[in-house]
């Protein structure tokens, strides 16, 4: 068995527009990679580097990255010590799964160097232990697809189960992130705890819409159905030109179009990877007018676990 791992954990869209909290997908481009060695003596030793990574903390309770292996080594009693490096390839607080893809490459990549005790679907739970760290709530939505790839309902809570959802052939994703940053914590905070009867109807009709439209590659019924009135409506104020943004992505040929995780990046689904390259470059020149530079990934739907680098 080896002593050290390399992997690479993926970006995710959270948030799926009537999935809030409870639909997400993983995207190929971009990633965290981690490199997991194992030591003599116990406890985690944290480094980072890569994009925005000396505002992360390298302490084991408050890194995401490392609180998923610790959690693991708690439930296995486990006394194993790593050192743990994570590159950062996603900026933090971009809205594109940026503590998950730490996370589920660190607990994906400490269960092999143990042996793989724990099967994939067991290895969630402390996924979301480290990212809860970040985001201040216990969701799975950007989680579950960064360890299991594809796009995934977490169809509840309590009892956890989550669902893998087709993924049509055709269908690819573009990710804009402009250049600021917004707090998941915070942008939790802004949320109504109570929700319209009236919303609470469309968005139950529109999520229902949404999975069936992904069953049938039904790419009408799917844009039809990305509307969200949970999360949308409180957070757009807070990323600047964001109506603009996703007109401009609809007028391009998007399928649909939202706010990725609690934002400020911006998602669009689209039926070619022409397309979604096409609907990018449009976000990116809407986010310009409004002074801010933002980067454009577009890609198909990842529908991998993490990925083993050497
Ligand atoms: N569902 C989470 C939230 C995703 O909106 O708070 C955060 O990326």
Redesign the pocket.
Known sequence: MSDSIRVKGYASV??VSCG??CIGYAISDPGDVITLSKRKSSGIEITMSGYGSDSISCDLEKNTGGKAVLSLLEAIDSQQGFKLHIEKGIPPGS?I?SSSASAAAAVFAANELLGNPLSLDELLIHGMAGEAVA?G?F?A??IAPALFGGIILVRSYDPLDILNLPVPENLFSTAVLPDMTIN?KE??KILPTNIPLKNAIEQAGNLSGFTLGLHESDFDLLGRSMVDHF?EPYRAKLIPGYDAVRKSALDSGAIGCGIS??GPSVFALSDSLEKAQVIGTAMVKEFQKVGLLSKAYSSPIHTNHPEILG
Do not use: P
Request: a negative charge; charged letters at 20%; hydrophobic letters at 25%.
């Open positions: 959270a948030n809030f909290d809205g799964g985001s709530g969701h939505d950007n998941t942008a939790r999360a995780g609690s």
